[in-house]
């Protein structure tokens, strides 16, 4: 996550924990006129439409007084859904063993991108076996990572 993004988070996180849910991630895409705001919520229970409008609502009023993005953006909230991103350390402990899709910020190993089983979390790495071999991955690093369905 982007400082903008955990910033943001911060910032959200109380007020979707007042409406009954938890907030499962933040993306931020910064692009003038055309910028989003994705916000994703989780509960216990499931996410429903009216979970996603009530918090909707009550996001875009504490941005609108807080107004911590300078330019005009469109907010979306939604379930993490089945092929979920991975934001915080205890997503990927708790998705061990799952497939996984892995973008960097910078190449290594001459690639950006990696698929295969989440093996583990090495202090401030994520491990990867992509085919026979386990790649170390820095979560500082990683740009955004996915479960594969």
């Known amino acids: 996550m982007t400082r903008k993004e955990q910033e943001l988070e911060a910032l959200l996180a109380p007020t979707v924990r007042g ?18 705001l994705k916000l994703y919520i989780e509960r216990e229970d499931g996410v429903t439409i009216d979970d996603c ?18 330019h005009s953006y469109r907010l979306e909230v939604s379930s993490p859904g089945v ?11 708790a998705n061990v063993g799952e497939q996984i899709d892995v973008h960097l910020a910078f190449p290594m190993e001459g690639r950006r991108r990696f698929e295969g089983r989440l093996a583990g979390i090495e202090g401030d790495d994520v491990v990867v076996e992509v085919g026979d071999d386990a790649v170390v991955l820095p979560l500082e690093q990683i740009q955004r990572t996915r479960l594969v369905c």
């Open 19 to 36: 409406l009954g849910c938890e907030v499962w991630g933040v993306e931020y895409n910064p692009r003038g006129r055309n910028s989003t």
């Open 53 to 70: 409008e009530r918090v909707s609502r009550q996001v875009s009023a504490l941005l609108d007084v807080e107004d911590p993005i300078v």
């Open 83 to 93: 092929d979920r991103a991975l934001f915080h350390r205890e997503q990927y402990v």
